[in-house]
């Protein structure tokens, strides 16, 4: 069937090809590069017109679409606002019709997570033993999902003693560190053993290709309802989990952000307004110097 979408057409793929080209020189992230080249395709294919031959209006107008017609949510408009501001400030030096583009104000909600009894019932769920310790890594870990399916076996720290995950090319092209489990380490080992993954530490269909979302989405929509789970599950809310749990046991805010690879501590800080921190430890300073 032919593809009928403007942004198929020689005008089209012409826009994309040079558009992706001063992402990548621009040493944006794979994901960037993605979520801003799927902008200006949606806004083409919107307008059948290239965008330097859009007004602001027209912008405008396909902004509205998504939330009106297409029902996406702010978070997901604040991405294509992004990325079509910084086509028409850095393609088309267009920095005027840029600044007039509305970024969305992000509707304020607290990350969802499920409680210790459920997690234990979702890795239990996993019939496939590959699936238990990716999940079991992710929330041990607090990984993301784009950080664990690039995950490669030696990024599996144990030298001199250490236990810890190694991530490059985090989000926002940072490289850090997080916590590794002695449990999940000895479960890492014994399904390295058994499955001899190249390349990536958790494959795809294919040796030496990494798993896909599609794939680790599917596998835990299949736990979560073997599990019966009633409640909305998806990766980030195994990540939730870590970052709650950490504090409730008395982590730093300051290493939680560090584990988290958050560039501001307020991110980070969210996490104190749905953690249970049990207060019989807690003290007031006056009675510490007090005399």
């Known amino acids: 069937m032919e593809?009928?979408?403007?942004?198929?057409?020689?005008?089209?793929?012409?826009?994309?090809?040079?558009?992706?080209?001063?992402l990548v020189v621009a040493h944006r992230s794979?994901?960037?590069?993605?979520?801003?080249?799927?902008?200006?395709?949606?806004?083409?294919?919107?307008?059948?017109?290239?965008?330097?031959?859009?007004?602001i209006d027209q912008i405008i107008?396909?902004?509205?679409?998504?939330?009106?017609?297409?029902?996406?949510?702010?978070?997901?408009?604040?991405?294509y606002v992004a990325g079509i501001r910084w086509y028409y400030q850095h393609m088309l030096d267009d920095v005027d019709t840029a600044s007039l583009i509305p970024y969305p104000k992000e509707e304020k909600t607290l990350p969802r997570i499920i409680s210790r009894e459920e997690l234990t019932d979702l890795f239990n769920a996993c019939i496939n033993p590959k699936h238990r310790v990716m999940f079991r890594l992710m929330y041990s870990s607090g990984?993301?999902?784009?950080?664990?399916?690039?995950?490669?076996?030696?990024?599996?720290?144990?030298?001199?003693?250490?236990?810890r995950i190694r991530i490059l090319n985090g989000k926002g092209s940072k490289d850090r560190y997080t916590v590794l489990?002695?449990?999940?380490?000895?479960?890492?080992?014994?399904y390295y053993a058994t499955c001899r993954p190249?390349?990536?530490?958790?494959?795809?269909?294919?040796?030496?290709?990494?798993?896909?979302?599609?794939g680790l989405r599917h596998a835990l929509n299949a736990a979560v309802k073997k599990a019966g789970i009633r409640k909305?599950?998806?990766?980030?809310?195994?990540?939730?989990?870590?970052?709650?749990?950490?504090?409730?046991?008395?982590?730093?805010?300051?290493?939680?952000?560090?584990?988290?690879?958050?560039?501001s501590v307020q991110t980070t800080m969210v996490y104190l307004h749905i953690s249970e921190v049990p207060l019989e430890h807690a003290f007031s300073p006056i009675d510490k110097w007090e005399k």
């Open 3 to 22: 593809d009928t979408r403007y942004s198929s057409t020689l005008q089209g793929k012409n826009v994309l090809k040079h558009f992706k080209k001063r």
């Open 30 to 55: 794979p994901q960037t590069v993605t979520s801003y080249l799927r902008s200006i395709e949606f806004l083409m294919d919107f307008h059948e017109e290239v965008p330097q031959n859009l007004e």
């Open 61 to 79: 107008d396909f902004l509205h679409d998504l939330k009106d017609e297409k029902q996406r949510n702010w978070r997901t408009i604040k991405i």
């Open 143 to 163: 990984l993301r999902r784009c950080e664990l399916i690039r995950l490669t076996p030696t990024d599996v720290d144990t030298k001199d003693g250490k236990c």
């Open 181 to 190: 489990s002695g449990k999940v380490l000895e479960e890492l080992r014994e």
């Open 198 to 214: 190249k390349g990536f530490l958790f494959n795809g269909r294919r040796k030496g290709e990494p798993m896909s979302n599609e």
């Open 232 to 263: 909305e599950v998806n990766m980030h809310v195994l990540r939730h989990c870590f970052a709650t749990h950490c504090i409730e046991h008395g982590m730093n805010i300051k290493t939680l952000q560090y584990l988290m690879g958050h560039s």
